[in-house]
T-cell receptor, first 112, second 113 residues
Framework: DGGITQSPKYLFRKEGQNVTLSCEQN?????MYWYRQDPGQGLRLIYYSQIVNDFQKGDIAEGYSVSREKKESFPLTVTSAQKNPTAFYLC???????????FGPGTRLTVL | GQQLNQSPQSMFIQEGEDVSMNCTSSSIFNTWLWYKQDPGEGPVLLIALYKAGELTSNGRLTAQFGITRKDSFLNISASIPSDVGIYFCAGRFETDSWGKLQFGAGTQVVVTP
């Protein structure tokens, strides 16, 4: 089945630690996105990538980093510089310039 | 980034009732999308709209792209318990050259028997 997978489903981190969230898609989509979701708010864009080895900052990129070494994969690292990292993180993908984005199941990150 | 204004924030309805929610923006959109999110899961695309005035159905769901291109609404007819969840609108600005979406804050729907 084609789709987007994210792992792990739940992640706990101590303050001061970096942590990496995985996102993989087998939809053959060129574009991939990372969003952060907080209660009562819409999704906010962290980073996006339209092509391998290229990515752009979104609206709330501070404290996050990404890489795009393969078309299928777009991992997100939450660094210790992110002041309030506890949130639900969603990965999405689309065709290049496509209007419709398809989401993975999400990773809930909790900082202890 | 700018967010859409989505209302209502929450709705408590009885099974069998119809549900209506809408999103408005001060800017013109060339695409409107409606998603549903179950607790702890990622949003699932329900309906996509691409032209002003377009009316599209997906089962008991109906969505319309406003004539002004600044609003959209979603209706759910004859609600059932599995309609429970958060419904998000998302839109793409006319001026965006790539796929950036703006999201509403969501409408939480609770269906009681």
């Amino acid at each position: 089945d084609g789709g987007i997978t994210q792992s792990p489903k739940y992640l706990f981190r101590k303050e001061g630690q970096n942590v990496t969230l995985s996102c993989e898609q087998n939809l053959n989509h060129d574009a991939m996105y990372w969003y952060r979701q907080d209660p009562g708010q819409g999704l906010r864009l962290i980073y996006y990538s339209q092509i391998v080895n290229d990515f752009q900052k979104g609206d709330i990129a501070e404290g996050y980093s990404v890489s795009r070494e393969k078309k299928e994969s777009f991992p997100l690292t939450v660094t210790s510089a992110q002041k309030n990292p506890t949130a639900f993180y969603l990965c999405a993908s689309s065709t290049l310039g496509g209007h419709e984005q398809f989401f993975g199941p999400g990773t809930r990150l909790t900082v202890l | 980034g700018q967010q859409l204004n989505q209302s209502p924030q929450s709705m408590f309805i009885q099974e069998g009732e119809d549900v209506s929610m809408n999103c408005t923006s001060s800017s013109i959109f060339n695409t409107w999308l409606w998603y549903k999110q179950d607790p702890g899961e990622g949003p699932v695309l329900l309906i996509a709209l691409y032209k002003a005035g377009e009316l599209t159905s997906n089962g008991r769901l109906t969505a319309q792209f406003g004539i002004t291109r600044k609003d959209s609404f979603l209706n759910i007819s004859a609600s059932i318990p599995s309609d429970v969840g958060i419904y998000f609108c998302a839109g793409r600005f006319e001026t965006d050259s790539w796929g950036k979406l703006q999201f509403g804050a969501g409408t939480q729907v609770v269906v009681t028997p």
